[in-house]
Protein backbone atom coordinates (compact mmCIF):
# COMPACT_ATOMS: atom_id res chain seq x y z
CA UNK A 1 0.00 0.00 0.00
CA UNK A 2 1.54 3.49 -0.95
CA UNK A 3 -0.18 6.91 0.80
CA UNK A 4 0.34 9.75 -1.00
CA UNK A 5 -0.13 12.96 1.19
CA UNK A 6 -0.70 16.55 -0.40
CA UNK A 7 -2.34 19.49 0.48
CA UNK A 8 0.14 21.47 3.14
CA UNK A 9 1.54 25.44 2.81
CA UNK A 10 1.49 28.42 4.69
CA UNK A 11 -1.19 30.26 6.11
CA UNK A 12 -1.95 32.80 9.21
CA UNK A 13 -3.48 32.20 11.99
CA UNK A 14 -7.02 31.64 12.05
CA UNK A 15 -6.88 30.39 8.28
CA UNK A 16 -8.01 27.05 7.39
CA UNK A 17 -6.03 23.93 5.15
CA UNK A 18 -7.05 20.83 3.64
CA UNK A 19 -5.39 17.91 3.29
CA UNK A 20 -5.80 15.10 1.53
CA UNK A 21 -4.03 11.38 0.95
CA UNK A 22 -4.76 8.78 -1.68
CA UNK A 23 -3.89 5.22 -1.12
CA UNK A 24 -2.78 3.10 -3.80
CA UNK A 25 -2.38 -1.23 -4.06
CA UNK A 26 -4.01 -3.96 -1.80
CA UNK A 27 -5.93 -1.25 -0.07
CA UNK A 28 -8.81 -3.85 0.80
CA UNK A 29 -7.04 -4.75 3.64
CA UNK A 30 -6.89 -1.55 4.89
CA UNK A 31 -9.77 -0.55 8.31
CA UNK A 32 -8.36 2.66 10.03
CA UNK A 33 -6.94 5.28 8.21
CA UNK A 34 -5.86 8.56 9.75
CA UNK A 35 -3.49 11.83 9.89
CA UNK A 36 -0.30 11.84 12.37
CA UNK A 37 1.59 14.96 13.00
CA UNK A 38 5.26 15.75 14.06
CA UNK A 39 6.81 19.31 15.09
CA UNK A 40 10.41 19.97 15.00
CA UNK A 41 12.01 18.38 18.56
CA UNK A 42 8.70 16.67 19.67
CA UNK A 43 7.63 13.05 18.67
CA UNK A 44 4.60 12.28 16.47
CA UNK A 45 1.22 12.19 17.79
CA UNK A 46 -2.32 11.12 16.41
CA UNK A 47 -4.41 13.95 15.41
CA UNK A 48 -7.42 11.89 13.80
CA UNK A 49 -8.42 8.44 12.71
CA UNK A 50 -11.45 7.10 10.70
CA UNK A 51 -12.51 3.72 10.56
CA UNK A 52 -13.72 2.01 7.80
CA UNK A 53 -17.39 2.78 8.42
CA UNK A 54 -16.71 6.57 9.37
CA UNK A 55 -16.10 6.32 13.32
CA UNK A 56 -13.69 9.46 14.30
CA UNK A 57 -12.02 9.88 16.45
CA UNK A 58 -10.04 13.22 17.33
CA UNK A 59 -7.31 14.51 19.81
CA UNK A 60 -8.11 16.87 22.34
CA UNK A 61 -6.27 19.63 20.74
CA UNK A 62 -7.84 19.82 17.32
CA UNK A 63 -11.87 18.77 18.34
CA UNK A 64 -14.16 21.61 17.01
CA UNK A 65 -11.44 22.69 14.52
CA UNK A 66 -10.24 19.49 12.59
CA UNK A 67 -12.80 17.25 11.04
CA UNK A 68 -11.27 13.78 9.01
CA UNK A 69 -13.38 12.18 6.53
CA UNK A 70 -12.84 9.35 3.83
CA UNK A 71 -14.59 9.11 0.89
CA UNK A 72 -17.19 6.22 -0.14
CA UNK A 73 -14.49 3.95 -1.62
CA UNK A 74 -12.41 4.30 1.40
CA UNK A 75 -9.65 4.64 0.06
CA UNK A 76 -8.75 8.54 0.34
CA UNK A 77 -9.11 10.57 3.64
CA UNK A 78 -9.03 14.19 4.16
CA UNK A 79 -8.53 16.87 7.25
CA UNK A 80 -10.16 19.97 7.11
CA UNK A 81 -8.46 22.24 9.27
CA UNK A 82 -9.72 25.43 10.43
CA UNK A 83 -8.86 27.60 12.95
CA UNK A 84 -5.20 26.98 12.93
CA UNK A 85 -3.33 28.33 15.15
CA UNK A 86 0.81 28.65 15.33
CA UNK A 87 1.04 25.53 17.38
CA UNK A 88 -0.53 23.77 14.76
CA UNK A 89 2.98 23.84 12.62
CA UNK A 90 3.75 20.25 11.99
CA UNK A 91 4.38 17.90 9.06
CA UNK A 92 1.76 16.29 8.88
CA UNK A 93 1.58 12.31 7.75
CA UNK A 94 -0.97 10.15 6.75
CA UNK A 95 -1.39 6.89 7.65
CA UNK A 96 -3.45 3.67 6.84
CA UNK A 97 -4.15 0.36 9.66
CA UNK A 98 -4.06 -3.10 7.58
CA UNK A 99 -7.12 -4.88 9.28
CA UNK A 100 -6.70 -6.70 12.82
CA UNK A 101 -3.11 -4.80 13.23
CA UNK A 102 -1.95 -3.71 16.43
CA UNK A 103 -1.09 -0.23 14.72
CA UNK A 104 -0.43 1.52 11.94
CA UNK A 105 0.90 -0.33 9.15
CA UNK A 106 1.36 2.57 6.44
CA UNK A 107 2.75 5.72 6.07
CA UNK A 108 2.75 8.53 3.93
CA UNK A 109 5.26 10.92 2.85
CA UNK A 110 4.46 14.01 5.16
CA UNK A 111 3.07 17.37 4.26
CA UNK A 112 4.44 20.45 5.69
CA UNK A 113 1.55 22.90 7.49
CA UNK A 114 2.90 25.98 8.80
CA UNK A 115 0.57 28.58 10.59
CA UNK A 116 2.15 32.12 10.73
CA UNK A 117 0.91 33.99 13.91
Known amino acids: VQLQASGGGLVLAGGSLSLHCAASGRIVNIDYMGWYRQAPGTQRELVAKITSVGATNYADFVKGRFTISRDNAGNTVYLQMNSLKPEDTAVYYC????????????WGQGTLVTVSS
Open 95 to 106: AARRAFSAGFSY
